[in-house]
Structures are given as C-alpha cells and as structure tokens.
T-cell receptor
Framework: EPEVTQTPSHQVTQMGQEVILRCVPI?????FYWYRQILGQKVEFLVS????????KSEIFDDQFSVERPDGSNFTLKIRSTKLEDSAMYFC????????????FGSGTRLTVV | QKEVEQNSGPLSVPEGAIASLNCTYS??????FFWYRQYSGKSPELIMS????GDKEDGRFTAQLNKASQYVSLLIRDSQPSDSATYLC?????????????FGTGTRLTIIP
C-alpha cells in the first residue's frame, strides 16, 4: 500500500537553530499538508499546499515556518529559529484529487527543542 | 473557529462488546467526516469515512452521520484488545475553495480482555 514517508523520525535541536523536516508524499497525490501534535493535545493544522503554493495556513504557521516542494517528490517544512514550544510530533499528509478523500498521514517526526 | 468535540475518555469496554464513540461538530456546511485511529506515539490511520446521513459499515466498524444534529459516531463491534487506541474524529471544512481536516481531541478506548 502506498505510504507517506517522513524523515527523520526524531530530531533534537537547540533553541534558535533551524530545522528542516522532510516528507515524500504518495506519488500521484497533489494536495499536501503539515500538521503537528503537541504531546497530549489534538492534531493541529499548520499548512496546506497545492500546485506549488500555499493554499491555507493557520495562525501557528507564522514567519518562522516555511514549506517547499524542491523537486517532484519531496515536501519540506522548515522552522527558521526553533522555540521550546515547537517541540511536537510533526505529521505530513497527502491526498488524492477527489474532494471527499481522506488524508494519508506519514509516520511523523518527533521534534524536541532543548 | 470550527470546532470538533469528542469525549476524551478513557472509555473502557470488555472484549467482545460494542464500543461507541461520539463526535459533534460546529460547521454546519461540512460534508466529509472521517474516523482515524491513533496508537500511542504513532500517526493517525484512516479507518472510516462518511459523507451521507445514515450508517456506513466496513467490517466490524460502523460510522453513523446525522447532519441535522451535527453528530458523527463510530461503533466497533466484537471489540478486540488490538482496538485499544485513541480514536480521532476529523471533519473536512472548506473556505474559499481551500479545505482542511479539523480534528477533535480524540477518545481513548481501552478494551479489557
């Protein structure tokens, strides 16, 4: 079964450092998303991406965050200057073109900011 | 702010019994509804989707939707210990052509052998 792949599975970084989280969505999917889940809390929407541009972003997705699709397969989330409160699981998701389709989530990257 | 509400539990159900999970949502215009299962430390896994009022069955799972009451539920028949997980209700909303899933906090389900 096709899957969304995320790397690394766990990243530890010092406060103020830049991190890049990587995702390879399912190959024929065109819609991509980043979500995050702080430990014990709900899964929260960060950003949606279609046709090489951001479709929608949440209040969480401030100027410290950016997304990029550098080639035909990868989809990245960059946090420019990490804060302690950025510590969370970050999930990439993708979906097919049908508007009723659910999202397929990757296995996640656990980001720990120290 | 579009809200999705779930009872956080924990919900304990004996093995072999029916587990019933409930969800309400605030956006009356929502058209697509999903149930995800999330094991501790893992990512959400899609188990059911439902778009029309009524019931939709898939194996031991039945999703129920009532748009008038803005209510979605998931029934798990013949509950197994492997069903112990957090179940997330997700509602797809659309604004100006952009859509996203909004998740509830999840209901933690424990199946007691």
């Amino acid at each position: 079964e096709p899957e969304v792949t995320q790397t690394p599975s766990h990243q530890v970084t010092q406060m103020g450092q830049e991190v890049i989280l990587r995702c390879v969505p399912i190959s024929n999917h065109l819609y991509f998303y980043w979500y995050r889940q702080i430990l014990g809390q709900k899964v929260e929407f960060l950003v949606s991406f279609y046709n090489n541009e951001i479709s929608e972003k949440s209040e969480i997705f401030d100027d410290q965050f950016s997304v990029e699709r550098p080639d035909g397969s990868n989809f990245t989330l960059k946090i420019r200057s990490t804060k302690l409160e950025d510590s969370a699981m970050y999930f990439c998701a993708s979906r097919d073109t049908g508007r009723g389709e659910g999202y397929t989530f990757g296995s996640g990257t656990r980001l720990t900011v120290v | 702010q579009k809200e999705v509400e779930q009872n956080s539990g924990p919900l304990s159900v004996p093995e072999g019994a029916i587990a019933s999970l409930n969800c309400t949502y605030s956006d009356r215009g929502s058209q697509s509804f999903f149930w995800y299962r999330q094991y501790s430390g893992k990512s959400p896994e899609l188990i059911m989707s439902i778009y029309s009022n009524g019931d939709k069955e898939d194996g031991r799972f039945t999703a129920q939707l009532n748009k008038a009451s803005q209510y979605v539920s998931l029934l798990i028949r013949d509950s197994q210990p492997s069903d112990s997980a957090t179940y997330l209700c997700a509602v797809k909303s659309e604004d100006f052509g952009n859509e996203k899933l909004t998740f509830g906090t999840g209901t933690r389900l424990t199946i007691i052998p």
